[in-house]
């Protein structure tokens, strides 16, 4: 069990945890913004979170980053934000008025790196979406905030594209595999959220050479860095933006919470969790 912490300290909580980069960037954020704070692991059984929650404050902790599997849990056991509900789980907790407060910040995480290294994408009417698992539920909330008009929604299981579709309304559209051909020449941003294009993970095979001039390209897989897919997109003189982005960019407002100040995502930070996932 951790002992309470004399100043503030925030932890990552997962089952299992141990390969989370949130400490590198955390930690970055303390030592440069000079606040005396910590940020631990704790790795959390399934069957023993509700109770490191419901202690969390005593354990002296301002709050917290929540990963597979407790996501879903933390929702339960908090008061969720709209982002956190539409999104159906948490990963940043922190108390407010004597309450535990969530929210999901992979909705911020997406948009802020994309307005970050492709300004103006939002420009698109339309966007292609690879993938509708938990992470699509994200990048969907963030673009229908974003205001894009149609989201062609494209996934393996079509069930599970039309599940999210249903929840979020008419402008997202689901489609199968075979339909992507047809949709890239009209899509101003492709997304991929599949797992597919990651180290051990079967190659994503798309066309980017059918998507129309000026679209922009993200990649929420960042092992390896450049995708396949990024690789293709700036080959082909595409704006991209890749998925150590997003989760630079998702850290901030947890930090925010916690230790009152709002840090920036840098180079010198980039390049600190770029040498550790390389070195792995
Ligand atoms: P999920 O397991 O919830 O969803 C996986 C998705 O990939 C589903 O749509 C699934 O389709 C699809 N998929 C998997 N294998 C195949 C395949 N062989 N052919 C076609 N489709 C396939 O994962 P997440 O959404 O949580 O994560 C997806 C990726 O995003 C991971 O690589 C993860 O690391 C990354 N990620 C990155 C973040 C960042 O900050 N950069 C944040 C969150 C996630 P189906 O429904 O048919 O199974």
């Known amino acids: 069990m951790t002992s309470p912490h004399k100043t ?3 932890c990552l909580i997962g089952w299992p945890a141990a ?3 949130s400490p590198i960037i955390h930690r970055y954020w303390l030592r440069t913004l000079g606040i005396e704070g910590g940020y ?3 790795a959390v059984p399934p069957d023993e979170f509700k109770d490191f929650i419901f202690r969390l404050s005593l354990r002296g902790f301002v709050g917290a980053n ?3 599997p407790h996501k879903e849990q933390a929702l339960a056991l908090s008061q969720p934000d709209a982002r956190a509900r539409a999104v159906g789980a948490a990963n940043t907790l922190w108390f407010e008025d004597g309450e535990l407060r969530s929210t999901n910040t992979d909705v911020e995480g997406f948009i802020n790196n994309l307005d970050a290294c492709a300004p103006g994408w939002d420009q698109a009417s339309d966007a292609l979406v690879l993938g509708a698992g938990g992470s699509a539920r994200a990048v969907v909330f963030g673009l229908r905030e974003r205001g894009i008009a149609r989201i062609h929604l494209v996934n393996r299981t079509i069930d599970r594209a039309r599940a ?3 929840e979020f ?3 997202v559209l689901p489609a199968t595999w075979d339909a992507v051909p047809a949709l890239l020449p009209r899509a101003g941003l492709l997304v991929n959220t599949t797992s597919l294009g990651m180290h051990g993970q079967l190659p994503l095979e798309v066309d980017v050479g059918a998507l129309p001039q000026g679209a922009v390209v993200t990649d929420l ?3 390896p860095l450049v995708t396949p897919l990024l690789a293709a ?3 082909r003189g595409l704006k991209t933006a890749d998925g150590l982005g997003m989760l630079l960019h998702q850290a901030v407002r947890g930090f925010q919470l916690w230790f009152g100040e709002r840090p920036h995502v840098t180079a010198e930070l980039r390049a600190l969790v770029e040498a550790d996932l390389t070195k792995t």
Request: glycine share 8%; proline share 0%.
């Open 8 to 10: 503030r300290a925030a």
């Open 19 to 21: 390969h989370s980069r």
């Open 40 to 42: 631990v692991i704790e």
């Open 66 to 68: 929540v990963t597979i």
């Open 164 to 166: 999210l579709a249903g």
């Open 169 to 171: 309304g008419a402008s």
């Open 221 to 223: 897989v960042y092992v």
């Open 233 to 235: 997109a700036q080959a």
